[in-house]
């Protein structure tokens, strides 16, 4: 009798840990990972809600996440537990059947000077930890309570300087897309600065149990690195090449054991002259032994970037039938608009990529790469800067013939090496496709691609005569209100009581020769009716032996960068919108078996111009879709603020509604209690849209 009690008792409690075990392992009701899993396609086998019931969906709940800004996050669902963040790059969970917090961590005061895209999900069936960036910091959360895991790094965070050489612990970085995990890694994005002052951009993995980290791939090669001779010597250990980061995200083969890492550009990003060659590992697709790190293959989309051209989005991983047989693929979206698409094992392109002469008449000094790579198929899905001609103005446009003149006098060429006359990026420079990433049906082939149709114009600046201009204003500035008292030369009176203002920054700091300025002190005025950028002028003048030049080390050598970007400019109209002719938003499904477009329709609309009859423009877009496998493709990602549902196979609009605010990130489905949930986080701000703090939850009545 004793036996069988004995025997009863392990079995319950064999049953207790089975069932708690289960509570923490994802299932199929779940959105387990970023966009949905770890091959990134964005997609559910959940069919609650079908194409004949879509229209009847209502808001189920609504959270209020806190602070009121842009969300770009794409919260996991695991077990009726939705975990996200909020703007103020807060980590929390919820009761995913009623939106009801259940616990929050970070700091709402901090500016993070970022946004994150969400959170990762570890399990080993009795640990279960969610792990997320605040800042430079990788914490390591209890997932059932939020609290710190202690037994991670140091208090349940370790800095992501860690491994990174000594000339980037004191750099910028953060990390704003969630790290990918593979049994007990986590292999972590990084988010660098985009100038030549960047932390170099190596892809590391740690262990989500200790924090230690396990390897690294230095993605500007060591010596005796594969890719080493693309860059200058020893490019690695100088200060002025970093970044060929990657910051959008990877997907992993979890049966194979590859991770497929897609970089950006090297640093600064639109002048190279000081990294001629191709610049490998930046912008590639590049596919790695997860457990180690090792380099299996890669594939550079544009060599020597000098137009930001990193690849936006994670790869998607699925099967397409090529060439009579079915090969299990990766695709990989673009900036530019193109798709490539290749063998995951071997790295081999499935449809021919051309390397095409694109020019080489770049600014002095620089190099400019002699070919870009161009694929046989699909064709882009978005329109390319060589397509457009005075005739592709806006007809809406109430500056029409000034758009012309200012068309006309651009480079339009695809991949034309930046210049002071200026060239036309398009797509832009957040693409085409971008950060949101691509939805796609694994089994049968198709990908689901929306894309912005907004020209950009890239002018560059010559840094030296930018700086003899600067001096001249602010010399003018600086006879007209203190020569008289200071002197030509900065030396001052000192018989009449004027003090010589040479070296005057090494006695005062800035703020407070600003003050006096402006207020006066003793004999001396204030100058009220400067305004700021006058007195700017003045303080640069004062301390002109600086002149703001970037200097670089290079050993012994000083480097500078002598053009610049003038800005992130949009080529507009008058009124705020893209100068070319819609559409400017679109979404586009590819049959990726053949090549071949299934359909193209405009994505969003211009509100005002809908007013007035005028349809079917597109918007600007940024968040992804999400798909289904019984034919229902959902997303929001609009400037009009819309959250719509279409019909997969033919692009047919079956349901809309209007968000909170407009919807910039990429929603998540799951099921709970026996429902089907569809949730988006709505920040709205982007594109000077209002701004919001609310995740909203639809579901069927």
């Not at 289960?22 to 809600?49: A, K, M």
């Not at 990003?269 to 590992?281: I, T, V």
């Not at 349809?615 to 603020?641: H, M, Q, R, V, W």
């Amino acid at each position: 009798m004793k036996s069988k009690i004995l025997l009863l008792s392990a079995i319950a409690c064999l049953l207790v840990f089975i069932g708690s075990s289960f509570l923490t392992v994802p299932s199929n009701e779940d959105w387990p990972s970023y966009l949905g899993g770890s091959d990134r396609n964005h997609y559910s086998t959940l069919n609650q809600i079908t194409l004949e019931n879509v229209n009847e969906l209502k808001i189920a709940w609504t959270y209020a996440s806190g602070d009121s800004a842009q969300i770009q996050a794409n919260p996991i669902i695991i077990q009726g537990i939705l975990y996200s963040v909020n703007a103020s790059v807060q980590a929390f969970a919820l009761d995913a059947a009623s939106g009801k917090e259940i616990w929050r961590f970070g700091d709402p005061l901090k500016n993070w000077a970022s946004t994150s895209r969400g959170v990762s999900y570890w399990t080993d069936g009795k640990d279960s930890r969610i792990l997320y960036t605040a800042g430079p910091n990788l914490w390591a959360l209890d997932a059932k309570t939020g609290k710190p895991v202690l037994s991670f790094g140091q208090g349940g965070k370790i800095d992501l300087h860690t491994g990174l050489p000594e000339i980037a612990q004191n750099k910028f970085i953060v990390s704003n897309t969630p790290g990918s995990i593979y049994q007990d890694l986590i292999i972590m994005p990084l988010r660098l600065s985009e100038g030549e002052d960047a932390a170099p951009g190596d892809i590391r993995a740690f262990n989500v149990k200790s924090g230690k980290l396990v390897w690294t791939f230095h993605t500007i090669p060591y010596p005796g690195e594969f890719g080493y001779k693309t860059f200058p010597k020893d490019a690695y250990k100088n200060t002025y090449v970093g970044a060929a980061n990657n910051w959008a995200g990877m997907a992993v083969d979890e049966k194979r054991g590859i991770i497929f890492v897609p970089t950006g550009s090297a640093g600064y990003d639109f002048w190279g002259g000081n990294r001629p060659g191709s610049n490998l590992f930046a912008n590639c697709l590049i596919a790695l032994d997860a457990k180690t790190g090792k380099r299996l293959w890669h594939f550079q989309t544009t060599h020597h970037d000098l137009w930001d051209r990193d690849l936006p989005a994670p790869p998607n991983l699925i099967r397409v039938k090529h060439q009579g047989k079915y090969i299990d693929a990766v695709a990989q979206i673009s900036k530019q608009g193109f798709v490539f698409l290749f063998n995951r094992s071997t790295g081999k392109p499935l449809f021919p990529i051309t390397e095409k002469k694109v020019s080489t008449q770049g600014l002095p000094g620089e190099k400019p790469w002699g070919t870009q790579p161009f694929p046989s198929k699909p064709a882009p899905y978005a329109r390319q800067s060589y397509e457009i001609s005075h005739l592709d103005v806006s007809p809406y446009a109430e500056n029409k013939d000034e758009l012309i003149q200012q068309l006309k006098k651009f480079k339009k060429d695809f991949y034309a090496p930046p210049s002071e006359v200026g060239t036309l990026i398009l797509p832009g420079f957040d693409g085409g496709g971008e950060w949101g990433g691509a939805a796609a049906d694994p089994e049968n082939g198709i990908i689901y691609i929306n894309s912005n149709e907004m020209p950009w114009v890239q002018k560059m600046e010559n840094q030296s005569e930018k700086e003899k201009l600067k001096i001249s204003n602010a010399k003018r500035l600086y006879q007209n209100y203190c020569q008289s008292c200071h002197g030509p030369e900065l030396k001052g009176n000192s018989l009449s009581g004027y003090p010589s203002l040479m070296d005057i920054f090494k006695r005062r700091d800035k703020a407070f020769v600003k003050q006096i300025i402006q207020q006066g002190k003793g004999m001396m005025p204030g100058f009220t009716q400067l305004k700021n950028n006058e007195i700017e002028s003045i303080l640069t003048y004062l301390g002109h032996e600086d002149k703001q030049e970037v200097s670089l080390q290079n050993s012994s050598q000083k480097v500078k960068i002598p053009y610049r970007m003038t800005g992130y400019n949009k080529f507009l109209d008058v009124n705020g919108r893209p100068g070319i002719k819609p559409p400017w938003g679109t979404l586009n499904a590819i049959d990726l078996n053949t090549g071949e477009y299934l359909w193209k329709i405009p994505l969003g609309e211009d509100t005002e111009l809908a007013k007035k009859g005028i349809k079917n423009t597109g918007t600007e877009n940024y968040g992804g879709p999400l798909l289904t496998s019984n034919g229902l493709l959902f997303i929001g990602a609009t400037k009009d603020g819309k959250f719509r549902a279409f019909e997969s196979k033919t692009g047919k609009l079956v349901w809309e509604t209007n968000l909170p605010a407009a919807g910039f990130a990429t929603p998540s489905t799951y099921k709970v209690q026996g429902k089907q949930f569809i949730v988006i986080a709505c920040g709205g701000t982007k594109l000077g849209t209002p701004k919001n703090n609310q995740y909203v939850a639809f579901a069927l009545p």
